[in-house]
């Protein structure tokens, strides 16, 4: 089996983390670097939660890049559902490693300058706003020849926004980010809400997960319980949407989900709709799809496989 090699550019983040625990125990992928950038947290908070998420993970082998402490062009916002310092009320170990001198940018321009030569092509993983990789595009658009395709996490669609009426979280954090990303003409899936609200982590889920993972059950089982919403007219259950692990789920096993292909556009003008993701699902625009949107997701396939991955903790197993 040959790994995919991927980059993970994210903000973590409870669900961050629940996503970066999957991918460290998952030999069908190589983590070639970590790339925080400012989204949840600020980007000095979000670099040492990725430290401390690799600590607690065994994975310090990983190199972690810190990347854009701001949006593009607008004010930094942070997200609403992680606590104060981004990973709850829960109290991780404190990082040994530190960050690469190296920027997440020229990370980013370096690797996919080389994965192009190479002929090995790299995916990247968008767990939070797209700035890293929208800024790496504008200084050097060729690196998009070293891309497999971004996996992402953001947008909605037939759903409506979390952050605003129109806007999911992710997109709305940098617009203009998303919005570079998706005219790049790179190969794209996108997990949006409509994706994500199809898989909640549910109380009864917390508790099986608290008994088959290991060393870190007790931290597991901490981040998990506060991600729950209690919002059961909003998502239909107890729990929480699992937004960023889906991505991973999706490389591991894309038998799980179903996608269609459309046109996406990112609102980045407009106050009343930024941050809004429109998709033309049937050629309305005149334009070729770029982007192939999650639509369906077996949610209980997903819960197994996360079920699978992370009691490999209980067996003390490293990718």
């Not at 890049?65 to 997200?79: Q, T």
Request: hydrophobic share 45%.
């Amino acid at each position: 089996m040959t790994a995919i090699p991927i980059i993970i550019d994210c903000d973590p983040g409870i669900d961050d983390t629940i996503a970066l625990l999957t991918a460290f125990v998952s030999a069908e992928l190589e983590i070639l670097g970590i790339t925080p950038v400012c989204g949840n947290q600020p980007l000095d908070r979000t670099v040492r939660n990725a430290l401390q998420v690799c600590e607690l993970g065994d994975r310090t082998d990983i190199p972690v890049y810190a990347g854009c402490f701001r949006p593009m062009f607008r004010d930094p916002i942070y997200g609403q559902f992680h606590g104060k310092n981004g990973l709850g009320n829960t109290t991780l170990p404190e990082p040994v490693k530190v960050a690469e001198s190296k920027s997440a940018v020229d990370f980013l321009i370096d690797t996919l300058t080389a994965a192009a030569v190479l002929q090995k092509r790299v995916t990247i993983c968008c767990l939070g706003p797209m700035t890293n990789l929208a800024v790496a595009l504008r200084m050097k658009p060729q690196i998009a020849e070293g891309i497999e395709q971004v996996v992402m996490m953001g947008g909605a669609y037939r759903e409506p926004g979390n952050r605003t009426i129109t806007s999911e979280f992710n997109v709305l954090a940098d617009p203009h980010a998303a919005h570079v990303v998706f005219a790049s003409g790179i190969k794209i899936v996108a997990l949006a809400l409509d994706a994500t609200h199809q898989v909640m982590l549910k109380p009864e889920h917390v508790a099986q997960f608290s008994k088959v993972s290991g060393r870190i059950s007790e931290t597991l089982a901490e981040l998990m319980a506060f991600w729950d919403r209690n919002d059961v007219r909003r998502y239909g259950s107890r729990g929480g949407p699992l937004h960023d692990p889906l991505v991973i789920a999706y490389l591991l096993s894309p038998d799980l989900f179903e996608t269609q292909p459309a046109r996406v556009f990112v609102e980045h003008e407009s106050e009343l709709c930024m941050g809004q993701t429109i998709a033309d699902w049937y050629g309305k625009s005149g334009l070729e799809p770029n982007a192939e949107i999650v639509t369906r997701v077996d949610a209980d396939g997903v819960i197994a496989l996360f079920l699978d991955r992370l009691s490999r903790y209980a067996e003390e197993v490293v990718a």
